[in-house]
């Protein structure tokens, strides 16, 4: 089988870090400066390792193999953050240009086809996954009006960094017959259970609901608690009960958080007459989900019934649904592993969202995990032991020499 250099592929990483770097970490948003000269610099490793690259129409860096195909589209995003660490997503474009290095220089597997891509925004500095979703038709004219947090348009960005005249890139049906993707965990499981590698079962459903609690602002020294309509007390309430509540639905892999809530008008001497907070949750069972908001537009009305303070919920946006890996491309990834490192691995699902959740629509995709050290990402802390990310590398780099072995019999 082909081998990959470790020592190759650490100083791509590290060459990419320096791009945006702010102390252990990198600050790297969409359409910056630091992103644009990271995607060019992108560009010249692709073109070098064999690849002919280019910067499309919405800021993907896509490097295409000379040979005919059928081929494999390995990657993730380059983006970052606002304050993120430096493998998240870049681990994975490094793994795809490390790979079509290998295939490339392997007198054995040089006639294989890897495309390699480095996604743009999938943090969602405009809006979440912009890269994949123009690769794959889904990016609608809406989308390209969402704005960053400067109130920028992702139409005006693009036109900003020089990109309005340039095409976007898109799937090609008849030459792709699968999307891998490598990037670190970024939660604790694996290092917790002493494994190397994880192999990807499906991607999480994430779901928000936003509720409101509108009661009666007033002065806070004057007014008597009997005749209080305490927004801010209804919000701490709900929170209280709605804890306990989606726990009994709740699956042994279901996360919940209220990450915003804001009381109105926010001052020490005045009773809140508003409030407001969002509850995301997180679980692979579509039926989890769809319990888990019945629960909590139920414990609303309880509220609203109890008064005095009016409690409202609501969708936000549309769902993310669970997103399965392909079964084939799986089993492949899941065989490298075993060959590699014989039961240091284990199937998992993902728990954070990722590009494979938009084009697992449209074309098989499989993803690969390594360890990120203490569980911690989307910090400055984030990282992995570099054995964990060159055992990473080296069995995607099998399974996809055993995949395009084997396309044939094409997982599509």
């Given at each position: 089988m082909v081998e990959i250099d470790?020592?190759?592929?650490l100083a791509t990483l590290s060459t990419l870090r320096s791009f945006g770097?702010?102390?252990?970490?990198?600050?790297?948003?969409?359409?910056s400066d630091e992103d644009m000269a990271a995607r060019r610099w992108l560009r010249g490793e692709m073109q070098d390792a064999g690849l002919s690259a280019s910067i499309d129409g919405v800021g993907n860096v896509i490097g295409r193999s000379p040979n005919p195909g059928p081929a494999l589209i390995i990657g993730s995003h380059s983006d970052t953050q606002p304050?993120?660490?430096?493998l998240d997503g870049a681990m994975g474009v490094a793994y795809a240009i490390e790979i079509a290095r290998a295939i490339g220089d392997d007198p054995s597997t040089c006639q294989l086809a890897i495309d390699a891509v480095a996604w743009s925004d999938e943090e969602?500095?405009?809006?979440?996954?912009l890269g994949s979703a123009s690769f794959v038709g889904e990016l609608t004219a809406a989308e390209l009006q969402h704005t960053n947090a400067a109130g920028e348009t992702v139409g005006s960005a693009i036109e900003r960094v020089g990109l309005a005249d340039v095409a976007p890139s898109r799937l090609d049906p008849g030459r792709h017959i699968g999307y891998l993707e490598a990037h670190i965990e970024q939660g604790p499981h694996l290092e917790d259970?002493?494994?190397?590698?994880?192999?990807?079962?499906?991607?999480?459903?994430?779901r928000a609901m936003r509720v409101t609690f509108t009661g009666e602002q007033n002065h806070a020294g004057t007014t008597p608690m009997s005749r209080r309509k305490d927004a801010g007390?209804?919000?701490f309430e709900f929170g209280s009960r709605i804890r306990g509540r989606l726990a009994e639905v709740a699956g042994p892999t279901t996360v919940w958080t209220i990450g915003n809530a804001r009381l109105e008008p926010g001052a020490e001497s005045i009773i809140p007459g508003f409030a407001e907070l969002v509850v995301q949750f997180r679980d692979p069972d579509e039926a989890v989900l769809a319990a888990m908001e019945t629960l909590i537009v139920s414990t609303a009305l309880e509220l609203t019934g109890e008064g005095p303070v009016d409690v409202a919920a609501s969708c936000p946006r549309e769902p993310i649904v669970p997103t399965e890996m392909h079964p084939q491309l799986r089993n492949h990834v899941s065989a490298a592993a075993e060959a590699r490192v014989p039961g240091e691995w284990v199937e998992m699902p993902s728990a954070a969202g990722h590009d494979p959740m938009v084009i697992a629509h449209h074309l098989p995709c499989a993803m690969l995990f390594v360890p990120s050290i203490d569980g911690v990402s989307h910090d400055f802390a984030e990282d992995s032991h570099d054995h964990d990310i060159v055992t990473g590398?080296?069995?995607l780099a099998d399974?996809?020499?055993?995949?395009?072995?084997?396309?044939g019999s094409s997982p599509a």
């Open positions: 470790g020592a190759r592929l770097a702010v102390g252990t970490g990198v600050v790297r948003p969409t359409f304050r993120g660490g430096w969602g500095t405009y809006t979440s996954c259970a002493g494994l190397c590698v994880g192999v990807v079962t499906s991607i999480v459903g994430i007390v209804a919000m590398c080296q069995v399974a996809a020499v055993s995949i395009l072995l084997d396309a």
